[in-house]
Nanobody
């Protein structure tokens, strides 16, 4: 059983930065930990993921070069540093954990929600123009 709690959301102006945190209780070694976002009326989309086995990171094309995902194994925490935020990135941001696997996040199709079986409650990010 894994429980995930997100924090760090808020309101920023376009071009601003936020750092989201996802604190996990339970065993998250060798899992894909993903960040997703969902705006009203839109599908949930994968933003970034990290494989806790080796720290390998994965990013959606839309956030490459602006967002950085990282993990702190000692704190059982995954972070998402978001820079140069855009108004269209206003959404609820969710942290998710996949079932354990020995390889990487590609195995679980990290960018799709179906690869994950644990979800946090979300944290709201609002970017104003």
């Amino acid at each position: 059983q894994v429980q995930l709690v997100e924090s760090g959301g808020g309101s920023v102006q376009a071009g601003g930065s936020l750092r989201l945190s996802c604190v996990a209780s339970g065993y998250i070694a060798r899992r894909c930990m993903g960040w997703f976002r969902q705006a009203p009326g839109k599908e949930r989309e994968g933003v970034a993921a990290v494989y806790t086995g080796d720290g390998r990171a994965y990013y959606a094309d839309s956030v490459k070069g602006r967002f950085t995902i990282s993990r702190d194994s000692a704190k059982n925490t995954v972070y998402l540093q978001m820079n140069s935020l855009k108004p269209e990135e206003t959404a609820m941001y969710y942290c998710a954990a996949s079932p354990p696997n020995r390889y990487d996040c590609d195995l679980v199709s990290w960018h799709t929600p179906r690869g994950y079986n644990y979800w946090g409650q979300g944290t709201q990010v609002t970017v104003s123009s």
